[in-house]
């Protein structure tokens, strides 16, 4: 996942919890400018502390695995959902 798709996964999250920017903003304490960054992909200007507190509030982690390699069975499951 680049950073443009990271960004479009939490603007989704967001949408998904029926949170605007500044509830995000009033949750997080990260300011709605930042978060506005992080969602269009300019992340690499934005801690990543940030982006890791903004997933937690959403409720999701980062996850690492190896270039290129397919997604796993709890990967493709949980886009079903």
């Not at 990271?6 to 903003?25: F, N, P, Y």
């Not at 269009?40 to 290129?68: C, M, Q, S, T």
């Amino acid at each position: 996942m680049d950073l443009m798709a990271l960004g479009v996964e939490i603007r989704r999250a967001r949408k998904e919890k029926k949170w605007s920017q500044d509830d995000l903003e009033k949750y997080s304490g990260v300011t709605k400018r930042t978060i506005s960054k992080i969602e269009n992909g300019f992340i690499d200007e934005v801690g990543i502390k940030k982006v890791e507190f903004i997933l937690d509030l959403l409720g999701y982690e980062f996850a690492l695995r190896p270039k290129g390699h397919p997604r796993t069975l709890e990967e493709l499951q949980d886009e079903r959902v």
